[in-house]
């Protein structure tokens, strides 16, 4: 094995780059250390949230990204997030006992994820309940298509006045977002008559109800573009656009300062050449997913992660949601090597062609079976005596209807690829359901032949440093070509190496 490649290490001090604040000049002086990676993105941002670089470790659900990844995103100097979605507040509990034992209380640059549950009463308040106790400084909000009271009792709780007149903030709202539309809710102040019932059920104070009144929800705001798991599959360049004339739009109306609201880019960011493209658009900071669930601290089985790295760009597709099915809901997963997302879009096919499983023709009834590992029958049995303890008003309603008897067992199916991929159940690996986007292709196709290429060097820090040292590159190299410099194509490429 070769030695590993060291790269001049990622220059260390903060100090160092805040001493030169001016952005360097941009003619021929610039010099191979004139763009450093924690200089790419917002400083505010880096500021703000206490990390190094502007880059983000992104909430994976379930716990695939652990505490761990989390407690090591954070030494790197990155910005992570805790999977915490879909765990329950018991179990997120744990995580975050996890991550204050490997930081310390207090400790800045992570946060966790809030997922909006409408199905579910009562869970957003208990997780917001336990992130407000436990002093969770950070939120993520996904899956919102509007505000919901919780997250904005979050958002206000953390407001105060400073001594200066400006309002302070202790609980940050990133909005995880892929449309304007919904963009525009967090960036606007929460709306009077949420703040209102809010103050009145003493949820909040007077005082900061009426803070709430000058400043946007969330001030960070996550662009989520192709991206693994659920996704619009919007391409990058317009949705980062788009948000951030709304962003001019929501504040000329508010007549808040546009500053007060960073944009940052996810989805597709799996290589130095998307990074460096994302905050040449002007991204507060990047987010990537897909990339750190092949890492060594992800809550993926081994064999899970083993198929993720031998996907390419193009190995993705997008199949049926097991929380959503009946609606048609959508995420893109990974597609080579396993039968996944081609089982998931034929259910979905025989669902809407056939009435039951009976109506089903002996092909697709011998293709739903093979898929489920047993009888129709057997499938069903199991998954009534699942549903009698966890929602016997869906089960009431399934009974006497053998559409919704296979809609169930068919969402029992999807539920378990993702379970079977978590805990690596070698019987069920064609099975396995792995949320992934083309990111992770292309990482693997930068990687290939290098060190990174081997799952056991790929952590969260290796990863995220090599693509912010690969995008400060390009960065500079772009640079030299925008100021008139003969830049050849080459000069582009960035090998990745192991950073110490
Ligand atoms: C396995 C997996 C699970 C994810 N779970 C969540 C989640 O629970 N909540 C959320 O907001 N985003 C979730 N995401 C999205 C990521 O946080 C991130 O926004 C996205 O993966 C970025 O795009 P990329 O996959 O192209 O890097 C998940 C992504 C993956 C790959």
């Given at each position: 094995?070769?030695s590993?490649?060291?790269?001049?290490?990622?220059?260390?001090?903060?100090s160092?780059?805040?001493s030169?604040?001016s952005?360097?000049?941009?003619?021929?002086?610039?010099?191979p250390?004139?763009?450093y990676?924690?200089?790419?993105?917002d400083?505010?941002?880096t500021?703000l949230?206490?990390?190094?670089?502007?880059?983000?470790v992104?909430?994976?659900?379930r716990?695939?990204?652990t505490p761990?990844?989390?407690?090591?995103?954070?030494?790197?100097?990155?910005?992570?997030?805790?999977g915490s979605?879909?765990?329950r507040?018991?179990?997120i509990?744990?995580?975050?006992d996890?991550?204050?034992a490997g930081?310390g209380k207090?400790?800045?640059?992570?946060?966790?994820?809030?997922?909006?549950?409408p199905?579910?009463?009562g869970y957003?308040?208990?997780?917001?309940?336990?992130?407000?106790?436990?002093?969770?400084?950070?939120?993520?909000?996904s899956?919102?298509m509007?505000l919901s009271?919780?997250?904005?009792?979050?958002s206000a709780?953390?407001?105060s006045r400073?001594p200066d007149?400006?309002?302070?903030?202790?609980?940050?709202?990133f909005a995880?977002?892929s449309?304007?539309?919904v963009a525009?809710?967090?960036?606007?102040p929460a709306?009077d008559?949420?703040?209102?019932?809010l103050?009145?059920?003493?949820?909040?104070?007077?005082?900061?109800?009426?803070?709430?009144?000058?400043?946007?929800?969330?001030?960070?705001?996550?662009?989520?573009?192709?991206s693994?798991g659920?996704?619009?599959?919007?391409?990058?360049?317009?949705?980062?656009s788009?948000?951030?004339?709304?962003r001019?739009?929501?504040?000329?109306?508010?007549?808040?300062?546009t500053?007060?609201?960073?944009?940052g880019l996810?989805?597709g960011?799996g290589?130095?050449?998307?990074?460096?493209?994302?905050?040449?658009?002007?991204?507060?900071?990047?987010?990537?997913?897909?990339?750190?669930q092949?890492?060594?601290e992800?809550?993926?089985?081994?064999?899970?992660?083993?198929?993720?790295?031998?996907?390419?760009p193009?190995?993705?597709?997008m199949?049926p949601?097991?929380d959503?099915?009946e609606?048609?809901?959508e995420?893109?997963v990974?597609?080579?090597?396993?039968?996944f997302?081609?089982?998931?879009?034929?259910?979905?096919?025989?669902?809407?062609?056939r009435?039951?499983?009976?109506?089903?023709?002996?092909?697709?009834?011998?293709?739903i079976?093979?898929?489920l590992?047993?009888?129709?029958?057997?499938?069903?049995?199991?998954?009534?005596?699942?549903m009698?303890r966890?929602?016997p008003?869906?089960?009431?309603?399934a009974?006497?209807d053998?559409?919704r008897q296979?809609?169930?067992?068919?969402?029992?199916?999807?539920?378990?690829?993702a379970?079977?991929?978590?805990?690596?159940?070698?019987?069920?690996l064609?099975?396995?359901?792995?949320w992934?986007?083309?990111?992770m292709?292309?990482?693997n196709e930068w990687?290939?032949g290098?060190?990174l290429?081997?799952?056991?060097?790929r952590?969260?820090?290796?990863?995220?440093?090599?693509m912010l040292?690969?995008?400060?590159?390009i960065t500079?190299?772009q640079?030299?070509?925008?100021?008139?410099?003969?830049?050849?194509?080459?000069?582009?490429?960035?090998?990745?190496g192991?950073?110490?």
């Amino acid at each position: 094995m070769n030695s590993p490649r060291l790269h001049s290490e990622i220059p260390p001090s903060a100090s160092r780059v805040e001493s030169r604040r001016s952005f360097p000049s941009t003619d021929a002086t610039l010099s191979p250390k004139d763009i450093y990676p924690e200089w790419l993105g917002d400083r505010r941002f880096t500021n703000l949230h206490g990390s190094r670089f502007a880059y983000v470790v992104g909430e994976m659900a379930r716990g695939i990204a652990t505490p761990q990844m989390v407690v090591e995103a954070v030494r790197a100097g990155l910005v992570g997030f805790y999977g915490s979605a879909g765990l329950r507040p018991e179990t997120i509990a744990e995580g975050l006992d996890a991550i204050e034992a490997g930081l310390g209380k207090g400790a800045p640059a992570w946060g966790a994820n809030l997922i909006h549950s409408p199905q579910q009463p009562g869970y957003e308040r208990a997780v917001v309940d336990l992130f407000l106790e436990r002093g969770v400084a950070r939120v993520s909000a996904s899956a919102f298509m509007t505000l919901s009271k919780e997250i904005v009792r979050y958002s206000a709780r953390g407001l105060s006045r400073a001594p200066d007149g400006s309002i302070g903030r202790s609980t940050h709202v990133f909005a995880k977002v892929s449309r304007a539309e919904v963009a525009r809710h967090f960036m606007a102040p929460a709306p009077d008559k949420l703040l209102k019932e809010l103050a009145a059920a003493g949820d909040i104070t007077p005082v900061q109800a009426e803070l709430a009144r000058q400043v946007p929800v969330a001030a960070d705001i996550t662009a989520e573009s192709d991206s693994g798991g659920h996704t619009d599959n919007r391409p990058a360049g317009p949705l980062f656009s788009s948000l951030v004339q709304t962003r001019e739009e929501v504040c000329t109306e508010h007549g808040m300062a546009t500053d007060l609201i960073r944009i940052g880019l996810a989805g597709g960011i799996g290589t130095p050449w998307a990074a460096a493209a994302a905050f040449q658009m002007g991204a507060a900071y990047i987010l990537t997913g897909s990339v750190n669930q092949a890492a060594v601290e992800s809550g993926l089985s081994l064999e899970g992660r083993k198929l993720l790295a031998e996907a390419g760009p193009a190995d993705v597709a997008m199949a049926p949601a097991a929380d959503m099915f009946e609606q048609g809901v959508e995420v893109q997963v990974l597609k080579r090597g396993t039968l996944f997302a081609m089982r998931g879009k034929r259910m979905w096919a025989i669902y809407k062609a056939r009435e039951s499983f009976e109506a089903c023709t002996p092909d697709e009834r011998k293709f739903i079976e093979t898929a489920l590992g047993e009888s129709f029958p057997d499938a069903w049995a199991k998954t009534k005596s699942y549903m009698q303890r966890a929602n016997p008003a869906e089960l009431a309603r399934a009974e006497g209807d053998p559409s919704r008897q296979m809609a169930l067992v068919f969402r029992r199916y999807l539920f378990f690829g993702a379970q079977w991929a978590r805990e690596g159940d070698a019987a069920r690996l064609r099975d396995y359901q792995i949320w992934c986007g083309p990111a992770m292709g292309a990482f693997n196709e930068w990687v290939e032949g290098s060190l990174l290429e081997a799952l056991e060097n790929r952590t969260v820090k290796q990863i995220a440093w090599n693509m912010l040292d690969g995008a400060a590159h390009i960065t500079r190299m772009q640079l030299l070509r925008a100021t008139g410099h003969d830049v050849p194509p080459s000069a582009f490429a960035y090998r990745p190496g192991l950073f110490e």
